[in-house]
């Protein structure tokens, strides 16, 4: 297995190696909560797909969040996934995740009604990552994510769905949350205080949580 | 035991090798991710469970490889896609047209020629159209003959307009269509200049002296390897003072031909072939 050779032997690897985000009506309400968390040495990439308007630049929330310590950045094809950056989706564009490690773009048709779709990104990250990946599906009013939370379950990710009673918009998450068993059913705010703990798991099975 | 997904993969260069062998189709240097959904969604539409059990499909029934073929390359596209782009080409690319009393475009991997037809129409706006020659070139030949066709679905049109006229368009769209049953077809005028041919961006050779090549939303298919050898074809086929257009999110500085570009809109994607040496 591609990921077990790659970190075996790294005593201070991590147990996860990305966190994938999908977030669609209200979910910059939840967003603007979790990401202002992470601190700036977080070792986990973040990707996000935020459902927009095609004709929108990027995320809604980029301008709210220039107190992220985080940079925000939009993925760029065939570039290296690092620790440091928030990487977002480029409007009218699917966001993939190659098995080296990039990013890859299509302009394939629409998933689930929408460009980018969250599925389209979890499949691809579920793929590359294996069991190193945590999803998190948060506020939206259409089913995207929840095949690809299953693609992560399936591999051993962790998976995690807003708690549809804090959601702006509860399909989404409960779209998921049909889909899987979640690992976690959380709140905004105890995704904001869980996540940047999670970097601290390491592979030796011991868990500080 | 070997994982399930190391086995796909498996069966996944088998089946690129079996295209490649039987049928002369090259996608082994395509990016994986997208070619992986596009191969899931064809075993789907197929009611197939495994990606090797399209390999005897693709030996021997001839009607399936082709569909299957068709399914993997098949691009979606839109007429006037990022209409700043069409905007930036009005200002920087045909003003050097213009000094030709001839001049050659090629649009490159045109799918179902929607870019095509927006470029004609730019052309014709700007005066142009009849100095030009357009080569238009896919491999797939179902998308080429929907291009060639040039029949559109009615209900994309409202967004075609809103693009047409963000990307600075002179007139009214509707004079550019003729719409009936659901369908508009383009006014053949814009075809008539415009030379619809098969052609392979991995295996064919290079068209010469171009003015000016579209390659919009191409290269992001591809691996490095594939960017790489695509990018000098498509450098080769340019004229010196040549526009090399491409898509949005697509880029040449980081490719082996940079240095032989000016960079003339950084943001929409716009480059002109420098003289040698």
Redesign the interface.
Do not use: F, Q, W
């Given at each position: 297995?591609m990921n077990g050779n790659q970190y075996a032997g790294d005593k201070y690897a991590l147990k996860y190696r990305a966190v994938v985000i999908g977030a669609s009506a209200g979910g910059s309400a939840a967003l603007e909560q979790i990401l202002p968390a992470l601190p700036a040495d977080y070792r986990l990439p973040v990707i996000l797909v935020q459902h927009l308007h095609p004709q929108q630049d990027g995320p809604s929330l980029v301008y709210r969040l220039d107190y992220c310590a985080l940079h925000f950045k939009e993925a760029?094809?065939?570039e290296a996934i690092l620790p440091g950056y928030i990487y977002f989706a480029?409007p009218n564009?699917?966001l993939?995740?190659?098995?080296d490690f990039t990013f890859?773009?299509?302009?394939?048709?629409k998933v689930n009604f929408t460009r980018p779709s969250i599925d389209?990104l979890f499949?691809?990250a579920a793929?590359?990552y294996?069991k190193r990946l945590v999803g998190i599906v948060l506020s939206g009013g259409n089913h995207d994510g929840a095949a690809g939370l299953q693609a992560i379950q399936r591999?051993g990710g962790l998976v995690v769905v807003q708690d549809p009673d804090t959601a702006e918009v509860a399909f989404m998450p409960r779209a998921a949350l049909n889909a899987v068993k979640a690992d976690y059913i959380f709140s905004p705010a105890e995704i904001a205080a869980w996540l940047p703990g999670l970097n601290l798991v390491a592979t030796d099975g011991v868990s500080t949580f | 035991m070997q994982?399930e997904?190391?086995i796909e993969k498996i069966e996944l260069d088998l089946l690129l090798d079996a295209l490649h062998q039987r049928h002369g189709y090259d996608f082994r240097h395509y990016?994986?991710?997208?070619l992986?959904?596009?191969v899931r969604n064809a075993l789907a539409k197929l009611g197939r469970q495994h990606i090797s059990d399209l390999i005897p499909a693709l030996m021997w029934d001839e009607s399936l490889a082709h569909a299957i073929i068709s399914d993997f390359s098949i691009?979606?596209?839109e007429m006037f896609r990022d209409p700043d782009f069409y905007r930036a080409a009005r200002q920087v690319v045909m003003p050097y047209l213009e000094t030709y009393p001839f001049f050659k475009v090629w649009v490159a991997g045109c799918a179902t020629g929607e870019e095509v037809y927006s470029l004609a129409i730019l052309l014709r706006e700007e005066g142009l159209y009849d100095r030009a020659t357009i080569f238009a070139t896919d491999f797939n030949e179902q998308a080429l003959k929907k291009a060639q066709d040039g029949i559109y679905p009615l209900k994309d049109i409202q967004q075609y307009t809103t693009n047409y006229q963000k990307a600075g368009g002179k007139q009214s769209f509707g004079d550019y269509y003729h719409a009936e049953y659901g369908s508009v077809i383009m006014n053949p005028s814009l075809k008539a200049n415009i030379t619809f041919a098969s052609h392979n961006l991995v295996s064919d050779g290079v068209f010469s002296e171009m003015q000016l090549i579209f390659c919009r939303?191409v290269l992001?298919?591809f691996d490095?390897t594939l960017q790489n050898w695509v990018l000098r074809l498509l450098t080769e086929s340019l004229g010196t003072g040549g526009f090399l257009c491409l898509?949005?999110?697509?880029a040449l500085e980081f490719s082996d031909v940079a240095s032989q570009f000016k960079v003339s809109d950084a943001v929409q994607k716009i480059y002109q072939k420098r003289r040698p040496g």
């Open positions: 297995m760029e094809e065939k480029p564009y699917h993939l995740v190659e098995d890859g773009l299509s302009v394939d048709e389209v499949e691809s793929e590359a294996g591999r | 994982k997904e190391d990016a994986r991710a997208s992986r959904r596009r691009t979606v596209t939303n992001i298919y490095r898509g949005a999110k697509e």
